[in-house]
């Protein structure tokens, strides 16, 4: 393994069609990994290789390809200071239905280039893009795209991040002419113009002199870039305050590149990757500005024979520790786990530890992964990121380490699916196989969830929109040769309390011999704010106030088990229960009948009779929706959503289109893009991602509650 300073682990993340898996198939151009670009709308992308991504146009699955960049050079060409930069670069879907897929890279990766569209700036999932790069304290360079389109303004967009995204972003380039006269970009840290040739795909650039009619408002904008990062640096500011023409291109640099670490400013560029301009200075800005291994905060572990955190540095001498992040089934290998390597070394053929099944296994090949094809290797290091093969059980988000260190790293946040379906198979020989391909499928994709509905015996598959559930069909066929029957979609709704109230649960069993008693007084009801603040994902807030030993204390976790297995079925429909709070403070026990299983079924008796009392309430799930039309649509869209029980949130104008933004729930939400295509004559767009959970006007959960219990009784 080269320096871990010439190291750069990134992805590329932004809304639907923005131009990632082209900006990535550019990258892989002028690394030459590929001698001819493929295109999307061709279904000719590197990183677009499964089926169903060829034929829609869309990501679908993050795909990982590694390759190197000389830098600096001078016009392209290498020098005595050019140095190899090695890259692991994951390309992200955009679609916000493949969302745990960004989510789970951005885990693993060290920097992320965020694109925007130069014509529609920040969008809805730019936003659910930079909150998943904020919660893992991703730094990250703006590259907005698609310069030569109609309507192009890069200040705009750079505005939009900073009012939008609350970012500092601070641009780093003007462009040199816009839409079809889009020819090169202004340098504000050299200020010389750059300017590329387009007979050789953008390979090779001309350096010119900043234009004349741009003298004035590169000069203004380049104050504004020494002011932002002389803010970071002290020794700066004394300079900039006594000449700012003193500060030397290398200290901005250094600057730019400490502070977009530290995620005090977001570097913004502009370029169009289609059109081959601007990818370039991006992957120069990749290797000045974007952290390798070594520049992160070393990764914190917990050590579980001690419960105290331990620190892992990014150092091939250290025991070994990788997170799996990504499993994949090939036809060829199977199973391929992808794993972020934080620590140590790990040679093919050697024994890892399982931290979550508690296992040792084998991993008999290891690989560096580009896009679908792998390519073997002996060994794999710190801070790099590979695949491996030979495990018999593995989940994403497992801690594989070494045996003799054990430490089990932070996993991921999953989102909950909000949609479900129930399938079932088409012909008797079609039975075994789908149980084989959905375990394939839930093994590979953590946002898909199957359980049996207990009434009618089917099976349900959860999911985080209709184009996934849709996706994960055609997979089971294509795959696996399963053909299905699906049912209609249904909203996944939740329950919840309003009312925290003080509950006393007996349990008295006597069968002849050893009974059963337990006895709990508790606190029960909605989970507080401030720990859901702090505890991101958690839906369950247990407080053990038991004092005087009431309750032995071997017993407790016992009751919190029962009560946690209970948030699965509610009251109300039988849907999962969120955010509930149970205080536990006091009780009785028998010193003869009384036993873990006694107080796990009391608890579970517990929480079917406290629920009843605490105002349980169905929730339902709210999407974001984004519509954009021409003017003359305007009344009909806003009507149409009214119509859908939605809450207008605001419009804007875009290039000549309006932008409507609204909350709405899910349920009203299944067919609209074909709704929407007949009032607008095929013109509107819309986008829709989820927002959050919500209680159910009581007509609708009547109705819900209604169907469910009327399902049942039908069923008996």
């Known amino acids: 393994m080269a320096d871990l300073r010439l190291q750069r682990n990134f992805g590329i993340a932004a809304h639907i069609d923005a131009g990632k898996t082209t900006t990535t198939e550019r990258i892989l151009r002028y690394t030459g990994m590929i001698h001819k670009i493929g295109e999307v709308h061709d279904g000719g992308a590197t990183t677009d290789w499964m089926e169903q991504e060829k034929e829609r146009g869309i990501t679908i699955t993050s795909a990982a390809v590694s390759c190197q960049w000389q830098f600096p050079t001078v016009n392209g060409k290498a020098d005595a200071n050019t140095k190899k930069y090695y890259f692991n670069i994951i390309d992200t879907p955009g679609h916000v239905d493949f969302t745990v897929e960004v989510e789970r890279s951005m885990r693993v990766l060290d920097g992320l280039i965020a694109l925007f569209s130069a014509v529609d700036g920040v969008e809805p999932q730019s936003e659910t893009v930079w909150r998943q790069a904020n919660r893992y304290k991703v730094p990250r360079i703006g590259f907005v795209n698609k310069m030569d389109r109609s309507g192009a303004d890069f200040l705009n967009v750079v505005k939009q991040v900073k009012e939008m995204l609350g970012a500092k972003a601070v641009p780093l380039q003007l462009p040199i002419g816009a839409e079809d006269d889009f020819k090169g970009v202004v340098d504000l840290i050299t200020m010389k113009g750059v300017i590329w040739d387009m007979a050789t795909e953008g390979m090779t650039f001309t350096t010119i002199p900043v234009p004349d009619d741009m003298k004035e408002e590169a000069e203004e904008w380049r104050a504004q870039l020494i002011e932002a990062v002389a803010e970071y640096d002290d020794k700066l500011m004394e300079k900039f305050f006594d000449d700012p023409n003193s500060i030397s291109e290398a200290e901005v640099h250094e600057a ?60 091939p001498k250290a025991p070994f520790a990788a997170l799996a992040f990504k499993i994949m089934t090939d036809p060829f290998v199977g199973r391929l786990a992808f794993f972020r390597c934080y620590s140590g070394h790990l040679d093919a053929g050697s024994y890892v530890k399982n931290m979550r099944s508690g296992k040792n296994e084998r991993i008999s090949r290891i690989m560096k992964m580009f896009a679908n094809k792998q390519n073997p290797i002996d060994f794999i290091e710190a801070g790099d990121i590979g695949a491996a093969v030979g495990f018999k059980e593995i989940k994403t988000g497992d801690t594989l380490c070494d045996e003799n260190h054990p430490i089990v790293l932070e996993n991921m946040f999953i989102p909950e699916p909000v949609i479900a379906i129930a399938v079932e198979p088409k012909t008797q020989a079609d039975v075994d196989k789908m149980g084989m391909a959905i375990a394939k499928l839930v093994e590979e994709d953590p946002t898909l969830r199957v359980n049996t509905d207990e009434d009618t015996g089917q099976t ?19 795959e696996f040769k399963v053909e299905v029957n699906q049912g209609a979609p249904q909203v996944a709704y939740k329950e919840a309390f309003r009312k925290t109230i003080e509950h006393r649960e007996v349990l008295k069993k006597q069968s002849g011999g050893r009974g059963k008693f337990a006895d709990i007084i508790f606190e029960f009801g909605p989970a507080d704010e401030e720990w859901l603040k702090t505890n991101e994902g958690e839906q369950f807030q247990f407080v053990n106030d038991i004092f005087g030993g009431s309750i032995p204390r071997e017993f407790v976790p016992a009751i919190q088990k029962g009560f946690q297995a209970s948030m ?93 933004k609204a909350k709405v729930p899910l349920s009203e939400m299944f067919g609209y893009v074909t709704q929407l295509r007949s009032l607008s004559s095929g013109r509107a767009t819309s986008t829709m991602e989820f927002s959050h959970y919500s209680p159910a006007p009581n007509n609708i959960a009547e109705e819900v509650i209604a169907k469910v219990k009327g399902k049942a009784k039908v069923e008996d």
């Open 256 to 315: 730019i590149r400490k502070a977009t670490i530290d995620l005090s400013i977001v570097p913004m560029m502009c370029g169009s990757s289609f059109k081959n301009k601007g990818v370039q200075t991006a992957l120069d800005a990749v290797c000045r500005y974007l952290p390798s291994p070594v520049d992160i905060e070393d990764t914190v572990g917990v050590n579980p024979e001690t419960g105290e955190n331990e620190v892992r540095k990014a150092d």
């Open 460 to 478: 349900i598959l959860r999911g985080m929109g209709e184009l996934h559930l849709e996706i994960i069909i055609d997979r089971m066929r294509r």
């Open 568 to 660: 699965g079925t509610g009251v109300l429909a039988n849907y999962p229960v969120e955010n509930m709070k149970v205080r536990v403070f006091d009780g009785s026990f028998h010193a003869v009948d009384s036993d873990s299983m006694s107080f796990e079924l009391c608890a579970k008796q517990g929480f079917r009779e406290a629920a009843r009392k605490a105002q349980p309430v169905l929730l339902e799930p709210i999407m974001k929706v984004e519509v954009i039309t021409p003017d003359q649509y305007m009344g009909d869209v806003t009507g149409d959503l009214n119509r859908r029980r939605g809450m207008l949130e605001g419009m804007d104008s875009r290039n000549n289109a309006q932008v409507i």
